[in-house]
């Protein structure tokens, strides 16, 4: 063996034994993450979904010693930043902030270059996302039974956001359930709670977080929840009412491109686990009822998995397919 074989050898044993030491993972110029990380969020700056991801990136600085920046890029439903994240380098400093149907039906049923799951890697998930029905508090009905009730007698509004989200699904299999037609009323992300307020729409359905100061100051009435119900929300599920909605599961993650270093992976979700259980964010998912749902990248993936099959079959279901 000659002396620059030694040199090579002796080199790739001190990166080794640093990485062993420092817990990183190592890249084509050293141990991974050396530089800033964009966190791309697809939500409206403000949006309940983007409040959550500024926090997880603000953790996320002191556990893996680099900036992380939030970059918001809310066009195509959310399929314009998830095709940004999509397409950028695999080397893990361009991440996403994915929700449910964002990632698994935005891309079956309008005209995106987004490609949906199989374009992505999935990270961590954070949380799950539970979504309410509710109505304004003069309205002649405050429990899910007098709710149905009253659509089976008149045609009632229901404010929402982009078809395909979450909301319209549960929304859309309540109607099958329940043998009901409800008006939709569409609306930009966040903004279909104040007409439940002022009464333009009968209902709305959004995550408890936005309405729950309505419903403290006895503005709206929470009539029922999709899926499981946070601690702390006063309110009887669909399911529990005898509707089944539980298809359609709501959660929010985060996700890079495919092809991911399997090392990068491990190193952003176990740091992301520990952002998760941050008090901060802790205190921010209580308040916002929302559910803590923590998963490393392996177990996140089934998740994504089960939900990209059950989306496929409620596209087809319901006759959305673009």
Sequence with gaps: MNSKQTVG???ASAL?????????SAGADGPFPDDTITLVVPYPAGAAPDAGARIIAKQLEPELDVSVVVENNEAGASTVGMHEVAESDPDGYTLGWGASTGVTV??????TPFEGVDALTPIAQVNAVPNVLYSNADKDWETIDE???AAKKETLTVGLPQPGSAQHLQVAMLEQEADIDLEEVHFDAGKMVLPAVNGTTDSSVSQPGPAAQYVDNGELNFIGAFGE?????????????GFDTSAMASWEGVFGP???PDDVVTTLSDAIGTAVQS???QKFIKEAYGIPASLPADEF???????DEAGAAIVDDLGLEQ
């Design 258 to 260: 495919k092809d991911m």
């Design 301 to 307: 993936a089934r998740v994504v998995q089960k939900t």
């Design 279 to 281: 008090d901060e964010y």
């Design 16 to 24: 080794a034994i640093s990485m062993a030491l420092t817990g990183c």
């Design 147 to 149: 709710f149905i009730a």
């Design 9 to 11: 050898l002796a080199g």
């Design 229 to 241: 119900v946070p601690k702390g929300l006063k309110v009887k599920s669909f399911d529990d009412a």
């Design 106 to 111: 935005q891309p079956r049923i309008i005209d």
